[in-house]
Structures are given as structure tokens and as C-alpha cells.
């Protein structure tokens, strides 16, 4: 089935790592702390007129490790806090999915109705899709902010118009990894742009939209 798109960009982000510092499956307010700059990002999307998306996997639910009804409540108080500083977040997409070739840490146990393939889960472009529709961009006019390989991949496949890979100074934890496959500590994921600072991001945008 095809879907047509307002003309019109958006700003879709990946949460842990690019708006709050990931400290592996956050689910408590005062676990968070904002990503420096992160503000300062999204009143610069607003006055580009881009709505803003979060798209963001959440296996920690699949683990038992908070429930559904938890992430809602933190997205909550974010999305508040956002408010409070001037910046409205349009649309929150999570996929709570585990993939099953993907084997958990050492000592967990996946609850079975959330471990399959799925389209929803990054690096699927399921999510950004939804977001899309629901919020009214097109997401060949948009931009994907995100931290890890997942991301870049998922904003190619829904053809964004750029992909930035945030590469924050403190590297989020390796998590959902195979056994055996350690992180790089400074990946490249060919995306268009790769940033270490909110502010070299809201440069980026104000060139593609100013």
C-alpha cells in the first residue's frame, strides 16, 4: 500500500545517547540526563518549522526489565520537560521487540511475547514511517538524528533526506550485542554527517532548512 506525505520535513531522534546520556535501559526521571545541547536542538527545529519524532527501541521491556506502562510514564515527564523549554514533541514511536537470532545478557530472560523480527524495531524503518504519517512530513524532506549503526540504517531505508550519526564523548554501552562482538570505540556508519555536539547539528539543520 502506498502513502503519500505532506511536503514538509520533520526531525526524527533516536533517544538513549542522543537526547538523554545512555546508561543502559533508563526508565526512572531520575536516571535521565540530558544530552547537553539537546534543548538548544529543538527550539532550533521549531523555528525551522520541523516537527520532532522520537523513534526509539526499548528491549528493556522485552527483558522484564520495566514495563510498557513505565516507558509511557518517562516519556511523559520528557516530553514535559521539553515544554518547559519551549519545544513540543510531536510524535514518541518505541518498538519493544527483541530480536531472536540476538542473544540477551548473561542472566536475563526474555518474555516471549516480545521476542520476534520485526519491521518496528530499528533497523527497520517501521517507526519512522508511522511517525511520519501521524505527524504529517515527508520523510525524503526529513532528518534522523541517531547514535548507533540501527539508527543510520533505518533512516536509509525510509530515505530520509540526511542521516547524522551522533557520536556523543562518552560511547553509550554495548547492549543487544552478539557474544563476542566487542564495540568499536569510534564507529563510522556512513551516514551524511557525523556530529559530537548538538550545536554542530543545529549548524547542519539551519544549512539544509534556513
Not at 543502559?24 to 536542538?41: Q, S
Not at 523513534?55 to 515544554?83: C, S
Amino acid at each position: 500500500m502506498s502513502v503519500s506525505f505532506l511536503p514538509r520535513g520533520g526531525l526524527f531522534l533516536d533517544r538513549d545517547g542522543v537526547v538523554n546520556v545512555d546508561r543502559g535501559y533508563v526508565h526512572r526521571p531520575d536516571r535521565i540526563e540530558f544530552v547537553p545541547g539537546v534543548f538548544d536542538l529543538g527550539r532550533a527545529a521549531m523555528r525551522l518549522n520541523l516537527p520532532i519524532a522520537i523513534v526509539t527501541n526499548q528491549a528493556g521491556i522485552a527483558r522484564g526489565l520495566y514495563t510498557t506502562q513505565q516507558f509511557h510514564d518517562l516519556m511523559d515527564w520528557m516530553t514535559a520537560r521539553f515544554v518547559r523549554e519551549g519545544v513540543a514533541i510531536a510524535r514518541v514511536e518505541y518498538s519493544p521487540w527483541f530480536p531472536p537470532h540476538l542473544t540477551p545478557p548473561e542472566g536475563s530472560e526474555l518474555l516471549a511475547e516480545w521476542v520476534r523480527d520485526s519491521w518496528w524495531r530499528k533497523p527497520g524503518a517501521g517507526m519512522l514511517r508511522r511517525a511520519a504519517q501521524a505527524v504529517g512530513v515527508d520523510p525524503g524532506r526529513s532528518v534522523l538524528i541517531g547514535d548507533r549503526e540501527g539508527d543510520i540504517a533505518a533512516g536509509r531505508e525510509a530515505g530520509v533526506r540526511a542521516a547524522i550519526q551522533f557520536v556523543p564523548e562518552t560511547p553509550s554501552p554495548a547492549l543487544d550485542l552478539v557474544p563476542d562482538t566487542p564495540p568499536d570505540p569510534d564507529p563510522d556508519f556512513g551516514a551524511d554527517y557525523r556530529c559530537r555536539r548538538h550545536e554542530e547539528v543545529v549548524e547542519i539543520l539551519e544549512r539544509l532548512y534556513g
